[in-house]
């Protein structure tokens, strides 16, 4: 019985711990880019922030995918569109090709 009571203690702590990411997103603040390269809006903006990427130009469809593969915070939800992209920043820190 007492085994079982540390298993459940170590998934409760855990479960705590891992979920105290979602308090790092800054949902009060937007950063507004035009460019999808990650080494641009690093210096814009901060990890854990929303993000709108708003291109100049209509009608390239792939932008906005490369935009949320090289800036986007997978763990999170991402709302793309033909024309632009939002979701919470965090950009790759390397790319393999």
């Known amino acids: 019985m007492k085994w079982n009571y540390k298993i459940a203690a170590i998934t409760v702590y855990f479960f705590c711990v891992g979920s105290v ?21 690093s210096t814009l903006c901060k990890v854990g922030q929303k993000v709108a990427f708003l291109p100049n130009s209509f009608g390239n469809e792939q932008l906005p995918v ?16 033909n024309g632009g992209a939002t979701c919470i920043f965090k950009p790759v820190e390397k790319v393999i090709e």
């Open 21 to 41: 990411g979602a308090q790092d997103i800054d949902q009060a603040n937007l950063c507004v880019t035009k460019s999808w390269k990650a080494a641009d809006n």
């Open 66 to 81: 490369m935009f949320a593969a090289l800036n986007c915070d997978l763990k999170y939800g991402i709302a793309l569109t």
